[in-house]
């Protein structure tokens, strides 16, 4: 038997999640992925007036929370019979576009890139940039006064951490220029959302901020300045070690997991939904030549519990999903459930969507050797940033021609009042990836709810067939040759930017002995 680690905790993520691995050989033989805490938010909708499930759901995440609101709506918008005006459903892009914008960068800088660089490089740094010896200088007296947090991670620099001091003066710079920039993108959304996190202004039926000219061009103005950003700053970054310092990782494959991909495509660039940011499609044991993308249907979709901790019973499509726990269950080890669509496990999120998009900046990477794992996910979080970015431009001179319109509607005011009876399902390509929400309505009552987020998907236990979630399947064969700096699972399931959390334990299985330390 090899040596076991259990990773406890993966920091720079949100939520709860523990990551206990197998190593044989210096690589991981076995995984297993945990979500230690449970949700309970859809048993607390149960008996609730509808129109309060996407405030409720908002709640969800702190992190990726409007999310939740805008696909709840979604659900309720089929439920009630609403039809979303083309105005509600240009500003919902706009402020969700926002979300992505703060959130990719975000995970790059702050939640990844340190995983890359060997921070103490800077003390070789012998350049004469004003702001780079400041931040030297900085980081210096940090390590000096015993509090060198977050930059300075526990676990040893390994073969693919960058050592050149100026590239890693310039990454940290970076770092402290995107939390600026990500205070923006948030006030961006609260233009129109009214404040972040948790926006207000996305309700069944459409939104209820009504534009005028000057939020408009507000908004164009900070769009501008995150566009410079994207394009000068974070895609060149993650061009430049990928394909540079990073490329031989690139090319090793490392966390690529089962190959199969889900988008349910979201953000119209019209108002007959035929044109869309990331169209929806299926791709199957995908060997990074053009794949067939096959057609999404969500009645393909069932969430098995077999190794989760709630009541037993066979894998369930999301409509008649529940919430019974049961904490004794026999072999039982998450609190996620297992997602599976035709019975396979899925990655959701930036990499599927490129896939299923067949991006040419992608695909130029795979035709060059870089295969699909986690600097195949950097990558394709950088193009979709950008995509997003254009996006808005769009909807941005959308929205203006709309508002000279006579009758311009944001909300289809119509369809406000719950139905007696109704089933609605709503989806939106969250920037973690594929999220669904689904909702029955009795006696004008929430009569069941449930949610199937991307790291449902991605973080799921194994099924009935002993099939692994996606992050246990991307573990397998990682190296690990040192159990006491297991930087590559950390690396892993960090690429799939997880709302989850963990801690670190390594089982020494000749002592027994346990040791703990913080993974940074």
């Known amino acids: ?36 805490m449970a949700r309970g938010f859809e048993a607390m909708l149960i008996g609730r007036d509808p129109r309060d499930a996407s ?39 706009l402020v969700m576009g926002a979300q992505y914008i703060y959130d990719h960068v975000l995970h790059f800088y702050q939640l990844s890139a340190l995983d890359y660089i060997d921070i103490m490089a800077v003390t070789e740094y012998k350049g004469r940039d004003p702001d780079l010896l400041a931040i030297k200088e900085k980081i210096v007296k940090l390590v000096k006064a015993g509090d060198p947090h977050p930059l300075l991670p526990r676990y040893k620099p390994d073969e693919f951490c960058v050592r050149d001091p100026e590239v890693v003066l310039t990454a940290v710079k970076h770092y402290l220029d995107a939390l600026k920039m990500h205070a923006k993108a948030r006030n961006m959304g609260a233009i129109w959302g009214g404040r972040t996190p948790h926006y207000q202004n996305i309700v069944v039926g459409g939104v209820t901020s009504y534009p005028d000219i000057n939020q408009v061009m507000q908004f164009k103005t900070m769009l501008d300045e995150q566009k410079r950003f994207v394009d000068d700053v974070y895609v060149k970054d993650v061009i430049y070690f990928g394909t540079g310092p990073l490329w031989k990782l690139a090319k090793t494959g490392l966390g690529a997991g089962h190959r199969n991909y889900l988008v349910y495509g979201d953000f119209p660039l019209d108002p007959n939904w035929k044109e869309l940011v990331f169209p929806s499609g299926v791709v199957y044991d995908f060997d990074h030549t053009e794949p067939k993308v096959r057609p999404f249907d969500h009645n393909k979709i069932t969430e098995s519990v077999k190794y989760a901790w709630y009541r037993e019973r066979e894998p369930v499509h999301p409509f ?90 944001i909300h289809d005011t119509d369809h406000w009042e719950p139905p007696a009876e109704g089933m609605g399902y709503g989806f939106h390509e969250a920037p973690r990836g594929a999220l669904g929400h689904w909702v029955k309505i ?59 959390a963990c801690a670190i334990h390594v089982i020494d299985p000749v002592t027994n002995e346990v040791r703990k330390f913080v993974v940074e």
């Open 1 to 36: 038997m090899g040596r076991k680690i259990v990773v406890d905790p993966v920091t720079r993520i949100e939520g709860h999640l523990r990551i206990e691995v197998e190593i044989e050989n210096g690589k991981v033989k076995e995984a297993w992925s945990s979500g230690t």
């Open 55 to 93: 405030y409720v759901t908002s709640r969800f995440c702190g992190v990726c929370y409007s999310v939740h609101q805008l696909c709840s709506a979604r659900a309720l918008d089929m439920a009630f019979g609403a039809q979303v005006p083309w105005g509600g459903n240009l500003i919902r892009n």
């Open 320 to 409: 008649d999903g529940e919430q019974v726990f049961d904490l004794d269950k026999k072999g039982a080890y998450s609190f996620v459930k297992a997602p599976r669509y035709e019975g396979r496990a899925m990655e959701v999120g930036p990499l599927a969507r490129m896939i299923v998009k067949k991006h040419p900046v992608l695909f130029d990477f795979f035709r060059r050797g870089g295969k699909v794992g986690v600097v195949a996910r950097h990558l394709a979080r950088a193009i979709e940033t950008q995509l997003m970015v254009e996006a808005c431009y769009r909807w941005l001179d959308q929205l203006l021609v709309e508002m000279t319109k006579p009758g311009f509607k």
């Open 442 to 500: 009795r006696d004008k009552k929430i009569a069941n709810y449930q949610a199937v987020v991307p790291s449902t998907w991605n973080a799921s236990p194994r099924d009935e067939k002993g099939q692994r979630g996606q992050y246990e399947e991307s573990l397998i064969g990682v190296p690990c040759p040192d159990p006491e700096n297991p930087i590559n699972i950390v690396r892993v399931v960090r690429s799939f930017d997880p709302c989850l």
